[in-house]
Antibody, heavy 115, light 107 residues
Framework: QVQLQQWGAGLLKASETLSLTCAVY????????WSWIRQPPGKGLEWIGEINHGGITNYNPSLKSRVSISVDTSKNQFSLILRSVAAADTAVYYC?????????WGQGTLVTISS | DIQMTQSPSSLSASVGDRVTITCRASQGIRNDLGWYQQKPGKAPKRLIYAASSLQSGVTSRFSGSGSGTEFTLTISTLQPEDFATYYC?????????FGQGTKLEIK
């Protein structure tokens, strides 16, 4: 049974850096790509980016200048960094495994940006 | 970016009804499409992958079809637990993009 468990700070001030980590339990870590997705309150889903076990990344161009995704294969974890956050970055952030679309998701972390 | 146009944006239906939700891609995406169900406060749950393959453990009331630019999700006989928001996702080209969602409500 694959489980994704995520954590990170839930309240930030504008201009600070958002940092979230997702740990993968069960199943294989290598051989898959791992993504971050976000959802502003009451709105739809936006793909942020992904990383594979080899560290190759792909980012959404809308966020590319502020985003970094990294992986720690020794811990079966991957992380999201989003710099210079603003109120528009307030959202529930999800981690997910990519296997012909996203099959397993983390529980979500609400990140609120205050001004 | 590939735009995913999902319709309708909201739908009112009764238990026992058959409903269909459509996603149109702005360019061909083969069958690189998934369908998701999301309930309030929960992570999305995958129902269909590769446009028409039923996710393990998901009831066969759900079915998907389509290829290229036009896709449908059908719920054959609505049950109370099916009232939720549904999203399509294309994973053919970066950036991956979701439809805007269909909120299915009880009539």
């Amino acid at each position: 049974q694959v489980q994704l468990q995520q954590w990170g700070a839930g309240l930030l001030k504008a201009s600070e850096t958002l940092s979230l980590t997702c740990a993968v339990y069960g199943g294989s870590f290598s051989g898959y790509s791992w993504s971050w997705i976000r959802q502003p309150p009451g709105k739809g889903l936006e793909w942020i980016g992904e990383i594979n076990h080899g560290g190759i990344t792909n980012y959404n161009p809308s966020l590319k200048s502020r985003v970094s995704i990294s992986v720690d294969t020794s811990k079966n974890q991957f992380s999201l960094i989003l710099r210079s956050v603003a109120a528009a970055d307030t959202a529930v952030y999800y981690c997910a495994r990519a296997f012909s679309s996203f099959d397993y998701w983390g529980q979500g972390t609400l990140v609120t940006i205050s001004s | 970016d590939i735009q995913m146009t999902q319709s309708p944006s909201s739908l009112s239906a009764s238990v026992g009804d058959r409903v269909t939700i459509t996603c149109r891609a702005s360019q061909g995406i083969r069958n690189d499409l998934g369908w998701y169900q999301q309930k309030p406060g929960k992570a999305p749950k995958r129902l269909i992958y590769a446009a028409s393959s039923l996710q393990s453990g998901v009831t066969s009331r759900f079915s998907g079809s389509g290829s290229g630019t036009e896709f449908t999700l059908t719920i054959s006989t609505l049950q109370p637990e099916d009232f939720a928001t549904y999203y399509c996702l294309q994973h053919n080209s970066y950036p991956y993009t979701f439809g805007q969602g269909t909120k299915l409500e009880i009539k």
